[in-house]
C-alpha cells in the first residue's frame, strides 16, 4: 500500500460528447490507440452525467463536484417565475442589464489558484463573463457576439433570387457594372441621439468569374464554397466609441450572388467585451495563433447547416479551422505547463455528432446513403483526431502529471420530436385560448394561465402554476402540487408512440437533487427514450400543432433523452477507485486531491484510491 501520491500538474482534457460505447467500438477497432493506452495505463469508465442531459449543466457538474441542487443551473433553457417566459441559463442578469456568471459555487479551477498555483480554463461552458480570481480563462459555451447574442447570420442574395426562410438575415444585393455595396451590422450606436446598429460597408466586384471585397481596409478573393480569413470590422458607435468585431465569409454562388456572412464575433485582439481574463489573455493567444480565432460560444456554422444555407462540406471546413484553433491552443499552454492546473474543452465533437448522425444512422428519417458515401465517417473521423490529440496531451505533460479526459455526455439518434406543451394541452393540463390551429404559438401566447396548471420549457422540464410562486399561479402548494406532479409523471411515463414507448421516466426535483438551489428547479424533468427528443417549439413555450413529428432536420443526433441512456466517458492515468460507472460530480474533487489540495466542501468526494499511480 502507498500513500497518496501528488503530482506537480494535473491536466484535464474534455471533449465534449464523447460516447463511451461508440468510443470502445472505435477502440476495437484500433482506431483510437492513444485513448486504448491511456485506458490501459490507467482507467476508463462510464461517467454518469447529469440529469438532464444538457452541457451547461453536466460541464457545470464537472468543475463544480456539485449537483444542480447547489449550483443552480437545470437546463439551458429555464422560465422567470414572474413572467413565464424563457432566458437562457448561460449568464445571469445583474444591475444595469450586465450579465454576470451563471452560478457561484467554486470550481476546482478556483480551488487551484486560490491555493497559489498557476491555473487556466481554456473554453470551459458555461464561463462568461469570467469572473475566477486568479484563473485564466477563455471563455467558451455561452460568450456571446459583439452585440452581446449568441449570434446569427445573414445571408446576401443577388436582386431576384428568392431568400430563404431560415433564422438568419437575408438582405438584398444589387450590382451596377459590377459593383454592390451592402451594409455590415454590429452593435448599436448613437446617431445624432438615436440608437441605430452601426455599419461598416462591405464593397464587392465581381467580373470574369470572380468575386474580391473590400471591408475596413481590407482586400481579397472569394471562391465559391470556400471560407474567407477572419476580417476585421470596425464599428463607430459614435462619442468617441469604437468596437471590432471578426467574421468570415462564405459565397455559396458567385453569380447570382449568394454570400453568406457568420455571426461578427468579438475580436480576441481587441476584446470589447470580456470573453478572457486577465484582460489581455484574449490578445495573447490571437498572438500565439499568429491571428484571429473564434471566441463565440458556440461558433460552428449550426444555424446555415440547418437552415440549408452552408453546405455540409462548408460546415465540416469550418469545423476543422475550430478544431485546429483549440489545439494550437492547447499546444501554447502545454508548452508553458511547469505546475498548477490546464484544462481545454474541445467542443466541436458535439457539433459534429449533433450534425451528422443522420449519416451515422441508417435508421434515421434523413439518412443519405450517398452523403455518407461522400462524405465518409464524419464522426469517427473526428473522434480519430481528438484521440491524436490525447497522445499529444500525454507525451507533452509527461510522467509527472495528472491527467483526466472527459466528457459531458454521451449521444444517440434525434428521430421524432415531441411537443410536450400540446401533450399538456391535450391532457388538459395546460389551457389554450381560441388560435389558429398550425400556429406554433412560441412564447406560450395562446396559453389561458387562469385555467393552467402546467406547462413545458426548455429540453424536459414542466413546471406547475403554483400560487404564490408563479406569475399567474392557480395550482395550490404543497399536497395538491405534489398529487398533480405525480398525475401527470404516470401519465407520461405511459405515453406511446404507435405503440412505441416515448418516455423512460419522469423525475421529481426532490428526488434528483440535494442543496439550497433546488426550490428553483423544474418540478418535473422528462426523460425521453432514444429517439425521441422535446421538439424545438415545446423548448421555446410552442404548443403546437400536433404532439409527434419526424426530426427531418439537419440536427440529428442528441442527448437531451433520460440520462442513463447517454452517459459520458471518463479516461485517467490514476488508478481511481471506479466500477463500471462514476457521478461526473466527483471529477472536481479528484482533480484538487491530485494536486494535493484539499476539496472545496460542496464537491462531493473524490475517486482517488489509496494506492500510488500505475507502474
Not at 484500433?30 to 442531459?53: F, I, R, W, Y
Not at 494550437?328 to 498548477?340: I, K, P, Q, S, T
Not at 385555467?451 to 429540453?459: D, I, K, P, V
Amino acid at each position: 500500500m502507498h500513500s497518496r501520491k501528488t503530482f506537480r500538474k494535473t491536466l484535464v482534457l474534455g471533449i465534449d460528447g464523447l460516447d463511451p460505447g461508440l468510443t470502445r467500438r472505435l477502440m476495437g477497432q484500433g482506431h483510437l490507440p492513444h485513448l486504448e493506452k491511456l485506458s490501459q495505463k490507467g482507467v476508463m469508465s462510464d461517467l454518469l452525467t447529469a440529469n438532464p442531459a444538457q452541457s451547461p449543466v453536466a460541464w457545470t457538474c464537472l468543475a463544480t463536484g456539485a449537483n444542480p441542487g447547489v449550483h443552480g443551473i437545470f437546463d439551458f433553457i429555464v422560465r422567470d417565475p414572474a413572467t413565464c417566459l424563457p432566458r437562457l441559463s448561460l449568464t445571469r442578469t445583474g444591475p444595469g442589464g450586465r450579465p454576470e456568471p451563471a452560478y457561484d459555487a467554486p470550481t476546482f479551477f478556483e480551488v487551484a489558484a486560490r491555493a497559489g498555483l498557476p491555473a487556466t480554463a481554456v473554453r470551459w461552458p458555461v464561463t462568461y463573463p469570467p469572473a475566477y480570481a486568479g484563473v485564466k480563462v477563455l471563455s467558451g459555451l455561452g460568450a456571446p457576439d459583439v452585440m452581446g447574442r449568441l449570434g446569427n447570420y445573414v445571408q446576401y442574395i443577388e436582386e431576384g433570387r428568392q431568400a430563404g426562410g431560415g433564422r438568419g438575415r437575408f438582405e438584398t444585393v444589387r450590382f451596377a457594372d459590377g459593383r454592390a455595396t451592402v451594409s455590415v451590422n454590429g452593435p448599436v450606436a448613437v446617431v445624432a441621439g438615436k440608437r441605430t446598429p452601426a455599419r461598416v460597408a462591405l464593397e464587392l466586384l465581381r467580373g470574369e468569374g470572380r468575386l474580391a471585397y473590400v471591408v475596413c481596409g481590407q482586400t481579397g478573393r472569394l471562391e465559391a464554397g470556400q471560407w474567407s480569413p477572419y476580417l476585421t470590422l470596425d464599428f463607430d458607435l459614435g462619442q468617441g466609441r469604437r468596437v471590432s468585431g471578426v467574421t468570415r465569409l462564405l459565397p455559396t454562388s458567385l453569380d447570382p450572388l449568394e454570400l453568406y456572412c457568420g455571426p461578427i464575433q468579438v475580436d480576441p485582439r481587441n476584446p470589447s467585451l470580456p470573453v478572457a481574463s486577465p484582460a489581455g489573455y484574449a490578445a495573447e493567444l490571437a498572438q500565439a495563433l499568429g491571428g484571429s480565432y473564434s471566441t463565440l460560444g458556440m461558433p460552428e456554422e449550426t444555424k446555415g447547416l440547418t437552415d440549408g444555407v452552408v453546405t455540409d462540406e462548408a460546415f465540416l471546413t469550418f469545423c476543422e479551422e475550430v478544431t485546429r484553433e483549440r489545439e494550437a491552443m492547447l499546444d501554447h499552454e502545454l508548452h508553458r505547463f511547469r505546475e498548477g492546473l490546464l484544462s481545454v474543452v474541445f467542443d466541436t465533437s458535439d457539433r459534429i455528432q449533433h450534425c451528422f448522425w443522420r449519416l451515422h444512422d441508417p435508421a434515421h428519417p434523413l439518412y443519405d446513403a450517398a452523403a455518407a458515401k461522400r462524405l465518409g465517417p464524419v464522426i469517427e473521423n473526428h473522434l480519430v483526431r481528438m484521440d491524436a490529440v490525447v497522445g499529444r496531451a500525454m507525451e507533452a505533460a509527461g510522467d509527472d502529471t495528472a491527467l483526466f479526459v472527459c466528457s459531458d455526455h454521451g449521444f444517440c439518434s434525434y428521430d421524432r420530436s415531441v411537443n410536450l406543451n400540446a401533450w399538456l394541452a391535450e391532457a388538459g393540463y395546460l389551457k389554450l385560448k381560441p388560435h389558429d390551429p398550425v400556429d406554433p404559438g412560441e412564447l406560450f401566447r395562446h396559453v389561458d394561465w387562469s385555467a393552467t396548471r402546467a406547462y413545458a420549457l426548455g429540453f424536459g422540464s414542466i413546471y406547475l402554476n403554483v400560487a404564490g410562486r408563479e406569475r399567474n399561479g392557480m395550482v395550490a402548494p404543497g399536497e395538491a402540487s405534489r398529487a398533480l406532479a405525480e398525475e401527470i409523471a404516470g401519465r407520461l411515463e405511459t405515453l406511446v408512440d404507435a405503440g412505441k414507448p416515448v418516455v423512460a421516466a419522469v423525475h421529481r426535483k426532490e428526488t434528483l437533487y440535494k442543496g439550497p438551489l433546488t426550490d428553483q428547479a423544474p418540478d418535473l424533468v422528462v426523460g425521453y427514450r432514444p429517439p425521441y427528443r422535446v421538439a424545438w417549439t415545446s423548448a421555446i413555450g410552442g404548443t403546437g400543432p400536433g404532439i409527434f413529428t419526424d426530426n427531418r432536420q439537419k440536427w440529428s443526433g442528441d442527448h437531451c433523452v433520460d440520462a442513463s441512456f447517454v452517459p459520458g466517458t471518463l479516461f485517467s492515468n490514476l488508478p481511481l477507485a471506479i466500477g463500471p460507472a462514476v457521478p461526473q460530480t466527483r471529477l472536481a474533487a479528484t482533480v484538487c486531491r491530485a494536486l494535493g489540495l484539499e476539496p472545496d466542501g460542496h464537491m462531493e468526494p473524490d475517486l482517488l484510491s489509496d494506492h500510488g499511480p500505475p507502474a
